[in-house]
């Protein structure tokens, strides 16, 4: 097995970039209680950081290789971190069969096609779930010889990123598509049960990072730009849009927010699209820490500002229709993360 070099190993453990990260956790983690030092005062929070690479087809034939080899890769653009504006965190992330990763495990056709994945729905009825048996899966196999693979690297700069494990409603609807919003309103109990089985498989992955990996450097997905303090979850709402409020409070939110309490400090959950509807049971939420919203979603701040708890952070792409200068007139740089590149965070340029 290739090992990493000294001279990689040596800049990834390197104190001074340690600290730079661990100062900007530490900031971030304050913005997260309702602090604010004196940074904070005359600049906006802006995370957007970097990744290492290796060869895509690797990763499903070596992936202990592909960590060693994205490890070399982003020591090389470590120094990248040295940034007084703005944290540029430093991350891998074996992204396994992209969004289809725990499809995939329930036992879906994923494909690549046109540069990305895809899967086709199952070919049962709605209920009929069953959980998998990781122990013989391929898929968590190798999802595990990349976690162990950069865990004995011992290296404790990067941040290691998980594969999407999405969220169950996400999930069911890459399985089954609208059957399973059918099966809500009609067979309701069908749609419970495998609901139940998806994200209880999810929590078992989520329990296993949390056991194997070190908790300082384990980031939920797109870990470079999501990037929470040390100890919260994530979780993929992109299809709540499809679901009235009713139904998201009694089939879907009970199941997000178990999820979220995995953790330590609860977690964020992802908006693209259309989710207003949902604030005032997203508020109620106990384990609900933080939304992150992009494209479609991006244009609601004002309502996700006003109408989400005091304690809720919002993440934001900023988009057009939604630049930075709207959103810090919108929230003051209050609760807010930039997630972008940014010249300067400064207040007054």
Request: glycine residues 8%; contains cysteine.
């Amino acid at each position: 097995m290739q090992k990493l070099s000294e001279q990689a190993r040596g800049v990834l453990n390197d104190k001074k970039w340690i600290g730079i990260r661990d100062g900007w956790f530490g900031r971030m983690q304050g913005l997260f209680d309702g602090k604010r030092d004196s940074f904070l005062e005359t600049h906006f929070f802006a995370v957007n950081g970097t990744t290492g690479n290796a060869d895509f087809g690797l990763l499903y034939e070596n992936p202990a290789e592909w960590v060693i080899m994205a490890l070399e890769d982003l020591a090389g653009k470590a120094s990248l971190i040295d940034n007084e504006d703005m944290f540029v965190p430093l991350c891998i992330e074996p992204s396994f069969y992209g969004v289809h990763f725990i499809d995939k495990i329930l036992g879906a056709e994923v494909f690549f096609q046109d540069g990305q994945w895809y899967n086709h729905y199952l070919e049962r009825e709605v209920g009929s779930l069953e959980r998998p048996d990781l122990d013989r899966d391929e898929t968590w196999k190798i999802a595990r010889e990349a976690a162990f693979s950069f865990r004995d690297a011992e290296v404790r700069l990067p941040l290691f990123g998980l594969p999407t494990i999405a969220s169950a409603l996400n999930i069911a609807t890459n399985l089954y598509g609208e059957e399973i919003l059918a099966a809500m309103l009609i067979e309701p109990e069908a749609a419970a049960h495998d609901l139940a089985v998806i994200n209880d498989l999810l929590c078992e992955i989520h329990q296993w990072y949390r056991a194997h990996l070190p908790a300082c450097q384990l980031q939920p997905v797109i870990s470079w730009n999501r990037t929470q303090p040390p100890g919260y979850g994530q979780l993929c709402g992109c299809t709540t849009q499809l679901l009235s409020a009713g139904l998201y409070e009694e089939f879907i939110m009970p199941l997000d927010d178990r999820l979220l309490s995995l953790y330590p400090g609860g977690g964020m959950i992802h908006f693209c699209g259309s989710h207003t509807h949902l604030l005032e049971t997203l508020s109620k939420m106990p384990h609900l820490k933080a939304v992150q919203l992009n494209d479609r979603a991006a244009w609601d701040l004002a309502e996700y500002y006003h109408k989400l708890r005091e304690d809720q952070i919002i993440y934001l792409n900023p988009c057009e229709g939604m630049d930075i200068k709207k959103a810090i007139e919108i929230t003051g740089g209050n609760r807010l993360v930039i997630a972008d590149t940014v010249r300067t965070s400064s207040y007054d340029v």
